[in-house]
């Protein structure tokens, strides 16, 4: 352990010694002004600006290259005009590229796509001038929509759904894009003087063939276009009074569902009827309601085979609590999440059977000081587990230029029944967080939770604490989370219970000017350090990631080799994969190759190879994935995993796993797709099926046929389950 810490030492002086070169810059005393001219022409929303309007309006092109290089000249060149009207914001844009529709990179045409795998262009509205909050609206030159809420740049929804338009239009010398973007879709106060209004915005374009990233106005490379204390100023809006602002969205389903247990079938078809409301009250105030929720379109979770000590994070994937979950405790984290949404609707853990959720109610307010959020759901009693409510509370209180401190409270009721002959049981959280931004480099946040389970009157603490320092030359941070035996989140998640994690490190972040094919090169190392929470003097694991060589190449492609010497203390029952592990100290080390090919090109390749010691025997692991997509409206991928476990456990076992992932995507435009998975995996002899067509008829209202089929032949009792679903959806604004 002693080269270990020399080697640590020697990191931290290093970065100590380049400090001096930091290319960051702080935000602009005055910052940028641009404007939006009213117009009283109808605008079509047709991706071509043709209205005379447009022509009017005054031209932003002035913006800043971050990515391959910071600052300096650039190739694409990005034109952007601002109009509106009583009901809309409206953006037009031109993105130049010398090549034209033979020059655009789109990989597929699904909502909500991956930014850096395509041409794109977004928006950022912070619209209450809160410095620490904004709203993202992207599209690629085929109309792809992407939107997002973004918390302090630090934590984003990805999957936050707003109503709103964009069209686009290719030419031979680049492509137009023009959205309207409904006021009513962007909540904000209107000042005593209704032409004051400002705004804070900002705009982003990737042109993907040379991976130049441009912004507007400057910020530096090491943040985000989010960072929004880097904003400039829009002008010019005189916006109409809010209104009632009221989303509804019934939905009508029918389920049929064929189970086949141990040469038993049961068979069952289902109607329901419900939907959501959203209410803005007012611009900082958001009431949600549902009933009888469904998520029966939602993306299925794929199987993973954990050779690891630790919990496997799920991620949610319901609508419903995607958005706004920013707001929560512990939402950027996955090691310690006091609330996780995916406790709410499931027979008992994250796999398991879902279970009627009969309704609830979200509540978020956001000012410039403050934020309040407040959930409530109730789930229906099934055959494996009785009926329950969740209810969560949180505050947060900011601070300064982009402080804030926070609590939240969880509780869970789990009603008595008679039928599960199980009595009445309840647990609870209370957490306190924060976040420090004393230079636009430095971030410190924190987080302390304690749970009492009434059940057995336990008490039981976790928390975490971090400091990262980013710039554009190098990156250092420090995490510590720990985690006591009793700390029972019964609306939570915890990747580890009884431990305490220290995770130290950083990378270099080098440029090379004169290497033009190098984007950047990032070799660094991290530590981890693992001890008991109830006998820190009782240590459980560690290892080091060394990762000498990081490079990302200018063309997107990238590769990685990284060594990993690993200590081990396995004092109790550990068998991943069945594979028992005697309890004893073991030391081995890892080596892994990772690469993939410029993904945004119409096949591209990706692999990860792993091999080395494993406790007492070998481990070799092997992840290739390939992905061809002639045009956007048509992909294919496929994605494989191998382990093969050589001589290990107490019985000296070998142990051979594949895991097999097709799937296939079709769109004839961006609001009629079809898409299919098959993924088999040997361990259990599980495959499954799930086949998904979607079409959006109109803005957010939706129509979805969906089939999934599980097959699971490697238990005692073989499974197969069969399921038929059309979902008719319908949005309505107010």
Excluded at 167 to 195: C, L, M, N, V, W
Excluded at 476 to 500: A, C, H, R, S
Excluded at 688 to 697: A, F, L, Q
Excluded at 723 to 731: D, M, R
Aim: glycine share 6%; with cysteine.
């Amino acid at each position: 352990m002693k080269k270990v810490l020399v080697f640590l030492t020697f990191i931290i002086h290093a970065y100590y010694l380049i400090a001096q070169e930091v290319e960051n810059f702080p935000p602009p005393t005055k910052p940028p002004e641009i404007r939006a001219i009213r117009t009283s022409e109808d605008i079509k929303v047709d991706g071509e600006l043709m209205e005379d309007s447009w022509q009017k309006a005054p031209v932003t092109h002035d913006f800043y290259r971050v990515e391959p290089r910071q600052g300096g000249t650039y190739r694409y060149q990005t034109q952007v005009r601002l109009l509106y009207d009583e009901k809309n914001l409206y953006v037009g844009v031109f993105c130049t590229d010398s090549l034209g529709k033979k020059g655009v990179r789109v990989q597929d045409l699904r909502r909500d796509f991956s930014w850096g795998e395509n041409d794109a262009f977004g928006i950022q509205l912070d619209p209450q001038n809160l410095k620490q909050y904004c709203v993202s609206f992207q599209t690629t030159p085929y109309g792809n929509q992407r939107d997002m809420q973004n918390f302090n740049d630090n934590n984003t929804d990805s999957n936050w759904n707003a109503l709103w338009t964009v069209r686009t239009h290719q030419t031979d010398s680049g492509y137009f894009a023009e959205f309207a973007i409904p006021f009513k879709s962007i909540r904000y106060e209107r000042p005593e003087i209704a032409d004051s209004v400002t705004w804070g915005i900002t705009f982003t374009r990737l042109a993907r063939r040379e991976y130049e990233q441009t912004v507007f106005p400057a910020i530096p490379q090491s943040f985000s276009p989010y960072r929004m204390t880097y904003a400039a100023q829009l002008k010019g809006l005189t916006v109409p009074e809010p209104s009632a602002n009221v989303r509804i969205e019934p939905y009508f389903l029918y389920q049929y569902e064929d189970t086949e247990i141990n040469g038993e079938t049961i068979s069952d078809d289902n109607v329901k009827l419900g939907g959501d409301i959203k209410w803005a009250i007012n611009p900082r105030s958001v009431l949600d309601l549902t009933f009888n929720t469904d998520f029966a379109q939602a993306d299925v979770d794929q199987a993973v085979n954990n050779l690891e000590r630790f919990n496997v994070y799920f991620p949610e994937k319901r609508q419903f609590f995607l958005e706004n979950s920013g707001i929560w405790a512990g939402a950027a984290d996955r090691s310690v999440i006091p609330f996780f949404s995916r406790t709410i609707g499931l027979q008992g853990n994250f796999n398991a059977e879902p279970a009627r959720i009969d309704g609830g109610a979200r509540y978020t307010m956001r000012n410039d000081d403050r934020s309040t959020a407040g959930l409530y759901m109730h789930q229906a009693q099934t055959a494996n587990s009785p009926a329950a409510s969740f209810a969560v509370g949180r505050y947060i209180q900011n601070y300064g230029k982009e402080n804030n401190v926070g609590i939240m409270f969880t509780h869970r009721l789990d009603e008595a029944s008679e039928e599960l002959g199980v009595t009445q049981s309840n647990n609870t959280t209370l957490t306190v967080d924060g976040l420090i931004r004393p230079k636009s480099e430095l971030t410190f946040s924190y987080l302390l939770s304690g749970s009492r389970d009434n059940s057995n009157d336990t008490l039981g603490l976790a928390g975490k604490l971090f400091a990262g320092y980013n710039t554009n030359k190098f990156y250092l941070g420090w995490l510590t989370n720990f985690v006591t035996e009793d700390y029972n989140p019964d609306m939570g998640f915890v990747f580890q219970k009884n431990v305490i994690w220290h995770n130290p490190g950083g990378y270099f972040i080098w440029r090379p000017k004169s290497i033009p094919w190098i984007r950047r090169f990032d070799p660094g190392a991290f530590f981890n350090y693992y001890q008991d929470a109830s006998d820190p003097t009782n240590f459980q694991q560690a290892s080091i990631y060394l990762f000498p060589i990081y490079v990302y190449f200018t063309d997107g492609s990238f590769f990685e080799y990284a060594i990993y010497p690993t200590w081990q203390n396995i004092n109790f029952d550990f068998a991943p994969l069945g594979i028992a592990i005697a309890q004893d100290e073991y030391y081995y080390t890892r080596h892994q190759i990772n690469y993939n090919s410029d993904q945004s090109r119409k096949f591209s390749v990706s692999g990860k190879l792993g091999w080395g010691g494993f406790y007492n025997g070998k481990r070799l692991t092997a992840n290739t994935g390939l992905r061809y997509a002639p045009i956007p409206h048509v992909a294919f991928t496929a994605d494989y995993e191998y382990n093969n476990l050589d001589n290990l456990g107490v019985l000296l076992e070998d142990l051979d796993t594949h895991l097999a992932t097709f799937g296939a995507r079709f769109a004839l435009n961006p609001r009629l797709q079809l898409s299919a998975f098959y993924q088999y995996n040997s361990f259990d002899e599980q495959g499954r099926w799930n086949v998904r067509g979607s079409w959006e008829y109109r803005p957010l209202s939706f129509i979805y046929l969906v089939f999934n089929d599980t097959q699971i032949n490697g238990l005692e009792r073989p499974f197969e389950q069969q399921q038929l679903i059309g979902k008719v959806t319908f949005l309505k604004q107010f």
